[in-house]
């Protein structure tokens, strides 16, 4: 069982956008502005999206967009395209002693 | 530029140990850390713990505390993962990774596969 609570999968249609929630406490998600996202295809690596809650790195397109409200962390992909389908993983600092806690993943399907 | 180049896939017996080695250039390595992820088959994430390189300090994730070392090599610009009394369900790819900033990590390696099996 994963830490951080994410949605198993979404989906919608080129264009389209869709929005990914990753639920956690007030000991992670809630308490510090440390949320990342990490984009993932089949057999390769994680790749960071998004830190610090809503700070695209450089070279990743603006479509990808990050927010947080109380303890839920979200990650919207606005105009969805045929390579945003992939695995999304969400994953925030938890404090000294647990350090960093990940989603469970989510599986976004374009249609 | 930066890269994290992780040592050949492991076949392991259970009760046996592996290290998994992650080579790093293109960066100062005593100024990020590095976070070893792992990853089962079909499964997600799942953080083991991280490295201070400038002063070898690690922070292991409770789940591993009793099995897990995590070494690096400031000549080589290396890091090395070390875990014990190998168990079926340790079968994962293990990655490698750079701390952008905390719980951002945005260099990875390829991943190592280990697998363990009698």
């Known amino acids: 069982q994963s830490a951080l609570t994410q949605p198993p999968s979404a989906s919608g249609s080129p264009g389209q956008s869709v929005t990914i929630s990753c639920t956690g406490t007030?000991?992670?998600?809630?308490?510090?502005?440390?949320v990342s996202w990490y984009q993932q295809h089949p057999g390769k690596a994680p790749k960071l999206i998004i830190h610090?809650?809503?700070v695209r790195p450089s070279g990743v397109p603006d479509r990808f967009s990050g927010s947080k409200s109380g303890n839920t962390a979200s990650l919207t992909v606005s105009g969805l395209q045929a390579e945003d389908e992939a695995d999304y993983y969400c994953?925030?600092?938890?404090?000294?002693?647990?350090?960093?806690?990940f989603g469970g993943g989510t599986k976004v399907t374009v249609l | 530029q930066v890269h994290l180049v992780q040592s050949a896939a492991e076949v392991k017996k259970p009760g046996a140990s592996v290290t998994v080695s992650c080579k790093t250039s293109g960066y100062t390595f005593t100024s990020h850390g590095i976070t070893w992820v792992r990853q089962a088959p079909g499964q997600g994430l799942e953080y083991m713990g991280w490295?201070?390189?400038?002063?070898?300090?690690?922070k292991y994730a409770q789940k591993f505390q009793a099995r897990v070392i995590m070494t690096t090599d400031t000549s080589t610009s290396t890091a090395h993962l070390e875990l014990r009394s190998l168990r079926s369900d340790d079968t994962a790819v293990y990655f490698c990774a750079r701390f952008l900033t905390l719980a951002a990590a945005d260099y990875w390696g390829q991943g190592t596969l280990v697998t363990v099996s009698s």
């Open positions: 007030s000991s992670d998600v809630g308490g510090y502005n440390y």
């Open positions: 490295i201070n390189p400038y002063n070898s300090n690690p």
């Open positions: 610090e809650v809503n």
């Open positions: 994953c925030s600092y938890a404090g000294s002693n647990n350090f960093v806690v």
